[in-house]
């Protein structure tokens, strides 16, 4: 785990990058122009998109970022035969394969061995309260928590086991959160790399501050220029299901790990 960092007012947490150096970009700069003095990554810089190189580069050379390792990290930088993303149906496995596969041939040895380097989780100071920054949860890299299925019980746990006034994740690529009476709860950041299933091209990340004594959390859309990222996947001859998510804004894979609530939402 990473040492508790020096003292935030504000910071900016992104994750689901998924080789979207286009709008990875974007967010890092819109976090320096909301005055976060803060940026972290939190796992996840390859998959679904292209040129995983260029997100890589996008993320090393950001000043001060802070990062948490994601499953594809970790699966990319120590050479698996997978991504590790948790899928249990074989029509999203098929596509993950294909989309890792990708990743794994296009990424740079140096860059595979930054990825495989990464801490696996952090903690900061926010005012008085402690956040841990995990990619899935503080339980398993790749464990994917819900909103509809993440009661108020499960969230005390996480809480009470980690010691932490919040646990701050990312994986599922759809930001919500849930707060207990006391202010403590779980936040999902959502994902930087694709929209959240809802018919919009905008990705999404989270902004935290303290304000009358409580971390409040502000969930932040912002454009980017998808057409290009369109342009480059297709020019990658990658498939035509992940170009239609980007263009559309509705997740045509990875769709079965959904719960009814979630899945319900889409259009498929």
């Given amino acids: 785990m990473q040492h508790v960092t020096a003292e935030h007012r504000r910071i900016a947490v992104f994750g689901g990058a998924y080789n979207n150096w286009i709008a990875t970009r974007a967010v890092l700069e819109d976090a320096r122009r909301r005055g976060c003095d803060g940026v972290w990554f939190i796992g996840d810089a390859g998959g679904f998109g292209p040129h995983p190189d260029r997100t890589v580069e996008v993320l090393r050379e950001a000043r001060g970022l802070g990062f948490v390792q994601g499953n594809y990290d970790d699966s990319v930088g120590n050479g698996a035969e997978d991504c590790a993303c948790g899928y249990t149906d074989p029509r999203d496995n098929h596509f993950a394969q294909i989309s890792y596969d990708y990743t794994l041939a296009n990424t740079s040895s140096e860059h595979r061995a930054w990825l495989a380097a990464m801490p696996v989780d952090g903690r900061v100071r926010l005012g008085d309260h402690t956040l841990l920054l995990c990619h899935g949860s503080p339980r398993k890299v790749n464990e994917f928590l819900w909103e509809s299925t993440t009661p108020a019980g499960f969230v005390r746990h996480l809480c009470d086991a980690n010691e932490a006034d919040l646990v701050v994740c990312t994986h599922t690529g759809i ?84 719960p009814a609530r979630e899945r319900v939402r889409g259009r498929l």
């Avoid at 971390?215 to 369109?230: G, H, N």
């Avoid at 020019?235 to 959904?258: K, N, Q, R, Y």
Wanted: with cysteine; hydrophobic share 45%; aromatic share 10%.
């Fill in 175 to 258: 930001h919500w959160e849930r707060r207990l009476a006391d202010g403590r709860g779980v936040v999902n950041v959502g994902a930087v790399g694709r929209p959240p299933n809802d018919g919009n091209r905008e990705v999404w990340y989270a902004v935290l501050e303290v304000a009358d004594g409580r971390v409040q959390t502000t969930f932040v859309p912002v454009a980017y220029d998808w057409r290009a990222l369109v342009g480059a996947m297709r020019a990658e001859g990658l498939p035509e299901e992940f170009v239609e998510t980007i263009a559309t804004g509705w997740w045509t894979t990875c769709l079965e790990i959904l």
